[in-house]
């Protein structure tokens, strides 16, 4: 089946310890998002790639990167996890263009920092 | 069938009931919009979604009700089952390529 799939599913990290979580697509959609989810609140979404070009949100620290290396696949990069990053980080994918706006979401990757 | 808004974080429903989630979205220029389901440890999952120029939609034991005067959404749950004990979000798009902005999340609990 078609899919987002997400690694790894659950990661602990030392406070300062640089994490790289993953995402992969099998649904050849042009773009993919990654979302910072904590405790049951709504997803905030960080930044997204629209095929090769990177938006980051306004509100996006520093501390947050991402790479796209080609369409399947997109990775999420935080260079030093403080406490307050440890959440569930979602990725995303969608189709731009009128008519295509349903976001699949991946099943998500949980960081703890320790 | 209970409703609650936004501001009522839990919705406790007996099994068999029917649920009313209510959203209300800010922006009047949205023309999208979308409930997502998530159940603990997983991603978000499509349930149902309605474009500004309808009012309803129904999908399976589901409806979503679109209310652009007091810009007011709303998902309706038919014969309420325990899997449907999840968080659920609203969200709007105020066009194709705008971003999707989320609601807070209600929490659904179906009580045997």
């Known amino acids: 089946d078609a899919m987002v799939i997400q690694n790894p599913r659950y990661q602990v990290t030392q406070f300062g310890k640089p994490v790289t979580l993953s995402c992969s697509q099998t649904?050849?959609?042009?773009?993919m998002y990654w979302y910072q989810q904590k405790s049951s609140q709504a997803p905030k979404l960080l930044f997204h790639?629209?095929?090769?070009?990177?938006?980051n949100e306004a509100d996006t620290p520093d501390n947050f990167q991402s790479r796209r290396p080609n369409t399947s696949f997109c990775f999420l990069d935080i260079r030093s996890p403080g406490l307050g990053d440890a959440a569930m980080y979602l990725c995303?994918?969608?189709?731009?263009?009128?008519?295509?706006?349903?976001?699949?979401f991946g099943a998500g990757s949980r960081l703890t920092v320790l | 069938g209970e409703s609650v808004g936004l501001h009522l974080p839990t919705l406790s429903v007996q099994e068999g009931d029917n649920s009313i989630i209510n959203c209300a979205y800010s922006?009047?220029?949205?023309?999208?919009f979308i409930w997502y389901k998530q159940e603990s440890g997983k991603g978000p999952q499509f349930i149902i979604d309605?474009?500004?120029?309808?009012d309803k939609r129904q999908g399976q034991r589901v409806t979503v009700l679109l209310n652009k005067t007091v810009k007011h959404l709303s998902l309706q749950i038919a014969a309420t089952q325990p899997g449907d004990s999840a968080v659920y979000f609203c969200?709007?798009?105020?066009?194709?390529?705008?971003?999707?902005?989320f609601g807070k999340g209600i929490t659904l609990s179906v009580r045997p």
């Open positions: 995303a994918t969608s189709i731009r263009g009128a008519g295509a706006n349903v976001l699949t």
């Open positions: 649904l050849n959609h042009n773009v």
């Open positions: 790639y629209y095929d090769k070009d990177f938006n």
């Open positions: 922006n009047s220029a949205s023309d999208y």
């Open positions: 309605i474009r500004s120029n309808m």
């Open positions: 969200a709007e798009k105020p066009g194709a390529n705008s971003k999707l902005t």
